[in-house]
């Protein structure tokens, strides 16, 4: 019977990592610029979390339990990295980069954003930041998929309401908009 339960947990992390492997890679590609740097931290946090699989209680968790996982991981690859650095005579030319107009932007979106509700914001965040399917993030959020999109179609209005009344309602931001409302049409 406990050789059984254990087949079981096998099949059933197979049929996660099977399923959920995409998504997955994504989240690791931003943690590592390279790509094969990411596939080889997804295939270590994936190693390290078989290991407790079976004391996973709430499986819905999972991809929470193996991004923290992943981050875990690379912050020891980059320590690990950092002891190997060796001090130089001559130290290289630094560029230093001006991202002013970056920080300004990321922080203008994160006050736009807190004017949508919650589950609007969740289901922006989950469709264009996560990237995931309508499907999915019907899922992840326990509502219908045309529930979905017609949430996510409400925020994207507000928050070009938003950007048009902080003076940012040029061309581009029309474009990126019909841009979302192309792939929201299209089930992206």
Known sequence: ????????????????????HDTLLRSARRLVPNPLDAQDLLQTALVRMYRHWEGIADK??????????MVNTRTEWWRAQKLKELPAEQLPEASIED?????????????????????QRAVVVLRHWEQMTTEETATALGMAPGTVKSTLHRALTRLREELEAHGLGTESTSAAGRGYAAADRQGY
């Open 60 to 69: 819905q968790f999972a991809d929470a339990y193996l991004r923290r996982i």
């Open 1 to 20: 019977m406990n050789r059984r339960k254990h087949l079981d947990e096998v099949l059933e992390f197979e049929e996660y990592v099977r399923t959920r």
């Open 99 to 119: 991202c002013t107009e970056q920080c300004a932007d990321r922080a203008l979106l994160m006050d736009v954003l807190k004017v949508l509700a919650p589950q």
